[in-house]
């Protein structure tokens, strides 16, 4: 006969049933202490944000609107062809109404890919002009030539992080991301290579979002005024866009950006797909 398997069945358990009024408390208790901590993280959030707002204003350089520049769209012919192109920007003097979408006075031509929300104003370093002028010698560098609106001084890439607020004037901006030169910025230079030297140089200036509508002028003070606590320098953005592989920290600094708020969604797009590449490698 075929041997079958014994059991030990043990008896059943007791079934413990609670009353509704002993659950409700029960829940009732788990809420509370959630809340509680939830609370505590948000006290710790803001009492890290201040600390940190606190050091931003002691280490804080001198920053200022050196030139206030605006234009246009002129067309041009570049390679035999009709080109429209906002790119041309002069000083101008006087407060200037700055408003969410630009400056007065200034317009873009081709809204698919400049101006807009997120590129309000496009800033550059007056510092790198003598960056420029040893890598183009003989070559005339008057303000602006990079199509920047603000020509700054003591905001560079690599101490700008996207999120940051500033104040300039009356009005209220936030960094968005940095320039990706089109080949516009050939036509102004007149050279083709110009493009790709001016990413590669890391030297890219950064975009505004305008977050409170002012009038800003030539010599204006610029202050930071607050910081996102998932910032990343414009430069590691830029990096990390032209990266063919990423080490550790680079994901780190990928998922930090991704939490910024004030990055456009087709940046935030771009670097998930950047992390789904990465993780789908591994």
Not at 80 to 93: C, D, F, L, M
Not at 159 to 164: A, E, I, K, R, Y
Not at 194 to 203: D, I, W
Request: net charge positive; charged share 25%; with cysteine.
């Amino acid at each position: 006969m075929p041997r079958y398997p014994s059991f030990n069945l043990q008896p059943a358990k007791e079934i413990l049933v609670f009353p509704p009024s002993t659950l409700t408390r029960f829940y009732e208790s788990k809420l509370h202490l959630r809340h509680q901590i939830t609370s505590r993280h948000a006290r710790i959030s803001r009492i890290i944000s201040q600390a940190s707002r606190t050091e931003m204003k002691n280490n804080q350089q001198p920053m200022k609107l050196l030139s206030l520049n605006t234009g246009l769209p002129r067309e041009v012919t570049w390679h035999g062809r009709p080109v429209t192109t906002g790119i041309y920007k002069q000083p101008v003097q006087g407060r200037i109404a700055l408003r969410k979408l630009n400056l007065d006075g200034d317009r873009q031509a081709d809204l698919t890919v400049h101006g807009g929300e997120f590129k309000a104003v496009y800033c550059y370093p007056f510092a790198h002009y003598d960056y420029w002028k040893k890598e183009l010698p003989g070559r005339d560098l008057p303000v602006a030539i990079f199509g920047e609106n603000f020509t700054t001084d003591g905001l560079l890439e690599d101490s700008v992080h996207l999120g940051d607020v500033f104040s300039v004037g009356s009005a209220e901006v936030v960094v968005t991301q940095p320039r990706l030169p089109c080949y516009k910025l050939g036509i102004r230079f007149n050279s083709d290579d110009m493009v790709r030297r001016f990413l590669a140089s890391g030297r890219t200036g950064f975009y505004l979002a305008v977050t409170r509508e002012g009038q800003v002028a030539a010599g204006d003070a610029i202050s930071l005024i607050d910081r996102d606590p998932n910032a990343v320098p414009v430069s590691e953005i830029t990096r990390l866009y032209i990266a063919k592989s990423y080490s550790d920290d680079d994901l780190t600094s990928l998922r930090r950006a991704l939490k910024v708020e004030a990055l456009p969604a087709s940046w935030k797009d771009y670097f998930r797909e950047c992390l789904h590449k990465t993780d789908s490698s591994i």
